[in-house]
């Protein structure tokens, strides 16, 4: 049995957002062959990505801000969701690092608890 969620999430980058997706292992529907139909609540969000079991995770930009909705059960969903929210940091501090021009990413490690440590750096 599927369980809907929603809820708002800091994410403001669509592109940023399909780089995360893609980094985690989700397809994003525009990017796939496949057909897919959809309930009401999906159908309406701006951006649609599956998992490998075909589980839904969804997100519509309201005031600049995206709502997250998904059909994964609680415990995926949390994981899932967890694990995109930190790629899409890592990818957007990249991304910023590198449109900014002040400063390079000098080193990035991921502990063992899952921490992701970047050391940024400015060259004077």
């Avoid at 796939?32 to 959809?38: D, M, R, S, T």
């Avoid at 990818?91 to 992701?116: A, C, I, N, S």
Wanted: hydrophobic share 40%.
């Amino acid at each position: 049995m599927s369980h809907l969620s929603k809820v708002q999430v800091a994410i403001r980058d669509i592109d940023v957002l399909g780089e995360a997706l893609r980094a985690i292992g989700l397809r994003r529907i525009g990017e796939v062959a496949e057909n897919y139909e959809f309930a009401d609540t999906f159908n309406q969000c701006d951006v649609i990505a599956v998992n490998a079991v075909n589980r839904v995770m969804a997100f519509k930009f309201v005031d600049g801000e995206a709502e997250l909705h998904s059909n994964l059960e609680p415990g995926d969903f949390e994981k899932t969701r967890d694990e995109l929210l930190q790629k899409y940091a890592v990818l957007l501090l990249r991304k910023t690092v590198e449109q900014e021009g002040k400063f390079q990413v000098q080193e990035q490690e991921t502990l063992p608890d899952g921490t992701v440590r970047i050391k940024v750096g400015r060259w004077v």
